[in-house]
């Protein structure tokens, strides 16, 4: 059973197996230095911690930016992946921030350019360099 959890930053519980899984996928996989991962931004954040069984396994944060929601840090467990995860997460944040009626946009790996196209994002620019990593900004198609 997957079930997905929000909370603020000042949720210490919730949030340190979020900042365990980042650590792990981030960090230690694929390299981004630890500063540029847990940033200025994250007390403003609204952090989500999918479970699988009560098992941390993924996590994912939105903010309000100047250009709308940026919906940031999607990450899963390298064990846990391809068993749906990502997309709980991904729809219980759209659940709670399409309401706002601005533009959702997130900067999508191209590793997961595809994930995020079968569930209505759509890539807009050219493809970029975020922490090493080509990226391509995608926009939520309401």
Known sequence: MIEVVSCPFSDSVVC?????IRRKVFVE?????EAEEFDEYESTAIHYLGLINGIPAGTARWRVTKNGIKLERFAVLKELRYKGVAAAILKRVLTDTIPAGVPIYLHAQLTAQVFYEKHGFTKYGDIFEECNILHYKMFFNR
């Open 16 to 20: 340190e197996p979020i900042f365990q």
């Open 29 to 33: 996989e694929q390299n981004v230095l």
